[in-house]
């Protein structure tokens, strides 16, 4: 079934425009429901005809359902995709990044817990965090398990996952801390009625497990008959030489099944486990060389949009890098292609500039901007940020397209008023858009200086090139 359009949701609006909803029109309405920006819960009036509302949830339910882990602010949705490709649409929820951690209430725990609560990378404007906690019951003592989990939910709000193969023992933790809506890891072959009854009377979602595919999928269809909601699909993950491919394999087969196929019992989150490396391989030798490995599985599996991955590496202040690769992947490989991601054009200010700070020009693109600014803060540079409104595109493609031109820089520095913020005219802009220097010096009647290509070496152009006296002063004889 091909992706609903405005239209065909329009038509099962009552169409009266009643803008108790927040929006103006049924249209407007319809559009944003299907980029997921409201709910169909957000019109009052489709209550009333629960026929057309079960028929627009068909119609708006993606091929991957979602699957929702915890609850509050800090809730993590996994699927719920589109497209098997990125450039197709988009994505719309990241890789969820659950990092394990063992039983047992310790002191060591607590800092654990702590430090993966707080954890946070800032990088391109964004504010980065983990997606959760996966518990492992490695005790293999149903009180010992079920402690941890109830302290676990006391320290954090993080989602968890409670992992125990012991359906006893997993049934048992997950009863104390049902209201926080743990995922349940794994129903299997074994031990599925039990697991699969309790997350049905619990309304929990749960993990159907096996490396067998086939198996994987006939043990999902038989958690659905039994009434189990929500399901998330662990293919198994595998070390070794021709492993990695097979698991790449099984994610990509599970993927497709769901998106391209509308497999019914395949139409879930599929998940990753790179932290099965350590029972797998023989650790010997530097301890690092062996995160690096489960790092790159987890990579792997981040550029091909698995739902969600359970790591080891990651628990320890010193092992940020790991976490640092992965999410700054993660930002790449979901940010929306649909849309160029901009920030606001304007003067930014960059520390205490006096009346002959330098300004700098560069254009809106949000992977521009945020670089330039973070390179002027680390090299203590007191200055102007002028930001062009280039429609979003970056410094070299918005000079080849013209959305980078000397008309739009003289405008913003007009409009934003960045002369009257210093005592001279003189304007520095990218050495990649240097053959706009002649016509800027004439649209906005100031000295213009070509920069470096790269704002790494600006610290360099400060020290060596920046003579603000001589370049008014030559501004000023060409005025004469």
Not at 78 to 93: D, P
Request: proline residues 4%.
């Amino acid at each position: 079934m091909g992706r609903a359009s405005p239209l065909d949701i329009y038509a099962l609006l009552d169409k009266s425009n009643c803008k108790e909803c927040g929006y103006d029109t049924c249209m407007a309405f319809a559009t944003d429901l299907l980029e997921r920006k409201i709910t169909l819960d957000d019109c009052t009036h489709l209550k009333k005809t629960p026929k057309k509302l079960n028929k627009l949830r068909v119609m708006t339910s993606p091929p991957q359902k979602p699957v929702i882990i915890g609850i509050g602010d800090r809730k993590c949705i996994v699927g719920g995709e589109e497209v098997l490709m990125r450039h197709q649409l988009t994505y719309y929820n990241e890789t969820g990044i659950f990092i394990e951690v063992a039983d047992g209430v310790d002191k060591e725990l607590e800092e654990t817990v702590k430090y993966l609560n707080d954890v946070t990378i800032e990088r391109m404007g964004d504010v980065l965090t983990i997606s959760g906690i996966a518990l492992r019951c490695v005790s293999g003592d149903a009180e010992t398990f079920k402690s941890t989990a109830k302290a676990i939910v006391g320290m954090t709000d993080l989602p968890i996952i409670l992992c125990c193969f012991d359906a006893d023992i997993l049934t048992a933790a997950a009863s104390e801390i049902k209201d926080k809506r743990p995922l349940l890891y794994a129903a299997t072959k074994d031990n599925w009625e039990k697991v699969g009854s309790f997350a049905v009377q619990n309304n929990l979602p749960i993990v159907a497990s096996s490396i067998d595919i086939d198996e994987l999928v006939s043990l999902s269809a038989t958690l659905q008959k039994l009434g189990v909601k929500e399901i998330v699909l662990d293919p198994g993950t595998l070390f070794g030489p021709g492993s990695q491919s097979v698991t790449y394999d099984k994610i990509m087969q599970l993927r497709t099944a769901a998106i391209d196929k509308d497999d019914a019992n395949a139409c879930w989150p599929v998940m990753g486990v790179p932290a099965a490396y350590w029972s797998q391989a023989n650790i010997e030798g530097d301890i690092w060389k062996h995160q690096y490995q489960e790092i790159i599985m987890g990579a792997m599996m981040i550029a091909i949009d698995t739902s969600l991955i359970v790591l080891h590496t990651g628990q320890k202040k010193d092992e940020i890098w790991g976490l640092m690769a992965l999410m700054t992947l993660g930002q790449s490989v979901f940010a929306d292609p649909r849309i160029y991601p901009a920030v606001d054009a304007g003067a930014y200010k960059i520390g205490e500039p006096g009346d002959m700070a330098p300004i700098f020009v560069t254009s809106n693109y949000r992977m521009t901007k945020i670089p330039v600014e973070q390179d002027l803060q680390g090299a203590g540079v007191d200055c102007w940020l002028l930001v062009v409104d280039s429609e979003g595109i970056g410094i070299e493609s918005a000079v080849a397209g013209g959305q980078f031109n000397a008309g739009a820089i003289g405008e913003a520095a007009n409009e934003f008023k960045v002369f009257d913020k210093v005592k001279h005219r003189i304007l520095i802009i990218p050495g990649m858009s240097a053959r706009l220097s002649g016509a800027l010096e004439d649209e906005a009647n100031c000295f213009v200086v070509v920069g470096p290509r790269d704002s790494s070496g600006i610290l360099k152009y400060m020290e060596t090139q920046w003579k603000p006296e001589d370049f008014m002063k030559e501004f000023n004889e060409r005025g004469d």
